[in-house]
């Protein structure tokens, strides 16, 4: 079966400081990626997608960035953090059909 | 462009009561649906989803809902609640031209005793 993986599960990190958030998916080969944000009390934002190794489709300008270095490895990155970037940080993995999306158990990013 | 409606922000339901979440999408044609749950700090879980065929689709933890199309709607219900089903309910729409899906904001669910 499928599992996805993130880590680390919980960050704390000064304003300014750089990130990195690791996504892994196993079970499954040629899997679609996708990075969201969940703000308190707020819906989900999809912030990037990848529909292969080195596709990275951005869906809202800001100061992180994501890689897909192999085909089950999704980062999420940014090189100065903001005190907006908190928020609970979601990985998710779909098939190629249907496009039903499995999410993994989240990153809670604090900054400082 | 594909996006959805869930007019309840928050539900308040006794336990042992029933429960219906609504959920309204627009999208041009035949659009896969999906309702997903969120317990406090944890991820999003598939409770069920639509692609076609039979428009009442049964899902995990005794929830269904059912696609109208005529109402663009894809309703979650279920006959009794636990004090377990409080959490965050999202309903999302996809289709077979977008890797992408698009959320509704969400109906936080509260269960009393």
């Known amino acids: 079966s499928q599992t996805i993986h993130q880590w680390p599960a919980t960050l704390v990190q000064p304003v300014g400081s750089p990130l990195s958030l690791e996504c892994t998916v196993e079970g499954t080969s040629n899997p679609n990626l996708y990075w969201y944000r969940q703000a308190a009390g707020r819906g989900l934002q999809l912030l990037f997608y990848s529909v292969g190794i080195g596709q990275i489709s951005s869906e809202v300008p800001q100061n992180l960035s994501a890689s897909r270095p192999q085909d089950r490895q999704f980062i999420l990155s940014s090189k100065k953090l903001l005190l907006s970037d908190s928020g609970f940080y979601l990985c998710a993995w779909s098939g190629q059909l249907h496009n039903e999306q499995f999410f993994g158990p989240g990153t809670r990013l604090t900054v400082l | 462009a594909q996006s959805v409606t869930q007019p309840d922000i928050h539900i308040t339901v006794s336990e042992g009561a029933s429960l219906e979440l609504r959920c309204n999408y627009s999208?041009?044609?035949?659009?896969?649906l999906f309702w997903y749950v969120q317990s406090p700090g944890q991820g999003l879980q598939l409770l069920l989803k639509y692609f076609s065929g039979d428009t009442l689709v049964q899902g995990i933890k005794g929830f269904e809902a059912e696609f109208k199309r005529s109402q663009s709607s894809f309703n979650l219900r279920k006959p009794s609640v636990h004090w377990s089903d409080a959490a965050e309910y999202f309903c999302a729409v996809g289709s077979a031209s977008d890797y992408k899906l698009s959320f509704g904001a969400g109906t936080t669910v509260t269960v009393r005793a």
């Open positions: 999208y041009g044609a035949t659009p896969y």
